[in-house]
Protein backbone atom coordinates (compact mmCIF):
# COMPACT_ATOMS: atom_id res chain seq x y z
CA UNK A 1 0.00 0.00 0.00
CA UNK A 2 3.18 2.21 0.82
CA UNK A 3 3.72 2.09 -3.09
CA UNK A 4 0.86 2.83 -4.34
CA UNK A 5 -0.18 5.63 -2.27
CA UNK A 6 3.68 6.76 -2.81
CA UNK A 7 3.06 6.57 -7.07
CA UNK A 8 -0.11 8.27 -6.71
CA UNK A 9 1.18 10.89 -5.30
CA UNK A 10 4.16 11.19 -6.97
CA UNK A 11 2.08 11.28 -10.43
CA UNK A 12 -0.21 14.07 -9.42
CA UNK A 13 3.02 16.13 -8.44
CA UNK A 14 4.44 15.71 -10.74
CA UNK A 15 1.73 17.06 -13.14
CA UNK A 16 1.93 20.00 -10.84
CA UNK A 17 4.28 22.36 -11.77
CA UNK A 18 6.64 23.32 -9.35
CA UNK A 19 7.78 26.98 -8.02
CA UNK A 20 10.92 27.54 -6.63
CA UNK A 21 11.37 29.09 -3.25
CA UNK A 22 13.78 29.90 -0.40
CA UNK A 23 11.70 29.08 2.28
CA UNK A 24 9.55 26.40 1.68
CA UNK A 25 5.93 28.18 1.91
CA UNK A 26 5.33 27.88 -1.98
CA UNK A 27 6.88 23.73 -1.99
CA UNK A 28 4.31 23.47 1.55
CA UNK A 29 1.54 24.95 -0.86
CA UNK A 30 2.48 23.10 -4.14
CA UNK A 31 2.47 20.01 -1.61
CA UNK A 32 -1.24 20.33 -0.23
CA UNK A 33 -2.65 20.94 -4.11
CA UNK A 34 -1.15 17.37 -4.06
CA UNK A 35 -2.61 16.22 -1.25
CA UNK A 36 -6.06 17.75 -1.69
CA UNK A 37 -6.27 16.49 -5.40
CA UNK A 38 -5.31 12.61 -4.34
CA UNK A 39 -8.04 11.80 -2.62
CA UNK A 40 -6.33 10.37 0.59
CA UNK A 41 -7.44 13.44 2.86
CA UNK A 42 -10.63 14.17 4.60
CA UNK A 43 -10.37 17.83 5.18
CA UNK A 44 -8.22 20.18 2.62
CA UNK A 45 -4.65 20.20 3.55
CA UNK A 46 -3.90 23.69 5.26
CA UNK A 47 0.15 25.48 5.41
CA UNK A 48 0.57 27.00 8.95
CA UNK A 49 3.27 29.75 8.80
CA UNK A 50 4.12 31.88 12.01
CA UNK A 51 6.59 34.46 11.39
CA UNK A 52 9.68 33.48 12.83
CA UNK A 53 8.51 30.60 14.13
CA UNK A 54 6.86 26.80 13.64
CA UNK A 55 5.59 26.28 10.31
CA UNK A 56 3.55 23.22 9.16
CA UNK A 57 1.50 21.24 6.72
CA UNK A 58 -1.33 19.88 8.52
CA UNK A 59 -3.49 16.53 7.09
CA UNK A 60 -6.43 15.12 8.27
CA UNK A 61 -6.68 11.29 7.15
CA UNK A 62 -8.78 8.31 7.96
CA UNK A 63 -8.65 6.80 11.17
CA UNK A 64 -6.27 4.30 10.43
CA UNK A 65 -4.44 5.41 7.89
CA UNK A 66 -0.82 4.62 8.02
CA UNK A 67 0.27 7.28 9.68
CA UNK A 68 4.13 7.24 9.21
CA UNK A 69 3.34 6.46 5.50
CA UNK A 70 1.65 9.72 4.88
CA UNK A 71 4.41 11.84 7.02
CA UNK A 72 6.93 10.43 5.05
CA UNK A 73 4.70 10.92 1.37
CA UNK A 74 4.20 14.62 2.60
CA UNK A 75 7.96 15.21 3.06
CA UNK A 76 8.93 13.01 -0.28
CA UNK A 77 6.27 15.21 -2.27
CA UNK A 78 7.60 18.40 -1.11
CA UNK A 79 11.28 17.43 -2.04
CA UNK A 80 9.78 16.95 -5.44
CA UNK A 81 9.14 20.60 -5.13
CA UNK A 82 12.34 21.65 -4.03
CA UNK A 83 12.19 20.82 -0.06
CA UNK A 84 11.17 22.38 3.03
CA UNK A 85 13.75 24.12 4.81
CA UNK A 86 14.48 23.14 8.76
CA UNK A 87 11.46 24.07 10.93
CA UNK A 88 9.16 22.56 8.80
CA UNK A 89 7.20 20.20 10.47
CA UNK A 90 4.14 17.88 9.04
CA UNK A 91 1.24 17.38 11.67
CA UNK A 92 -1.02 13.98 10.87
CA UNK A 93 -4.83 14.58 12.44
CA UNK A 94 -7.63 12.45 11.93
CA UNK A 95 -11.28 14.02 11.64
CA UNK A 96 -11.86 12.87 15.13
CA UNK A 97 -8.94 14.35 17.23
CA UNK A 98 -7.79 18.01 17.54
CA UNK A 99 -4.55 17.03 18.39
CA UNK A 100 -1.91 15.59 16.31
CA UNK A 101 -1.86 11.54 16.24
CA UNK A 102 1.73 11.86 14.40
CA UNK A 103 3.57 14.27 13.31
CA UNK A 104 7.58 14.35 11.31
CA UNK A 105 10.27 16.80 10.95
CA UNK A 106 11.79 18.29 7.56
CA UNK A 107 15.53 18.16 7.64
Known amino acids: MKKIITAALITVAMATSAIAGKTGVNE ?8 DKS ?3 TAPCEVKTVFMGKKSIDITVKPGSDYKTMCGA ?3 IADKFGGLTSGWSVNVFTPYSKRTVYFCKAK
Not at 28 to 35: H, N
Open 28 to 35: AYKTCAVF
Open 39 to 41: GLL
Open 74 to 76: VLG
